[in-house]
């Protein structure tokens, strides 16, 4: 049984900074492309990062450039989302994703979802 658990959400001042987890298991996923998506409030779920499994090449939604970073431990199956420089903005609950082919930005292509860990960022 695949499972995507997330891990590490919580509730920051703005300018702070959370490390999310994203423990895979279930399945290989050496052939997947891992992502991160988030949905806040009253709005459409949207991309924020992914990254392969295999050459670590990442991709960044353009709000997320130069404040967050992803990143994968192959040994621990687990791929992190460090977040810096927080605004109220980037509340919202943060999904772990894992898709084999489409597009990495297109949440309908993604084969695996985790159940989402809450980010709150008081201003």
């Known amino acids: 049984q695949v499972q995507l658990v997330e891990s590490g959400g919580g509730l920051v001042q703005a300018g702070g900074s959370l490390r999310l987890s994203c423990a895979a298991s279930?399945?290989?996923?050496?052939?997947?492309?891992m992502g991160w998506f988030r949905r806040a409030p009253g709005k459409e779920r949207e991309f924020v990062a992914a990254i392969s499994w295999t050459d670590s090449s990442a991709n960044y939604a353009d709000f997320v450039k130069g404040r967050f970073t992803i990143s994968r431990d192959n040994a621990k199956t687990t791929v992190y989302l460090q977040m810096n420089s927080l605004k109220p903005e980037d509340t919202g609950i943060y999904y772990c994703?894992?898709?084999?082919?489409?597009?990495?930005?297109?949440?309908?292509?993604?084969?695996?979802w985790g159940q989402g860990t809450q980010v709150t960022v008081s201003s």
């Open positions: 994703a894992a898709r084999l082919m489409g597009p990495r930005s297109d949440p309908s292509v993604y084969d695996y």
């Open positions: 279930g399945r290989t996923f050496s052939s997947y492309v």
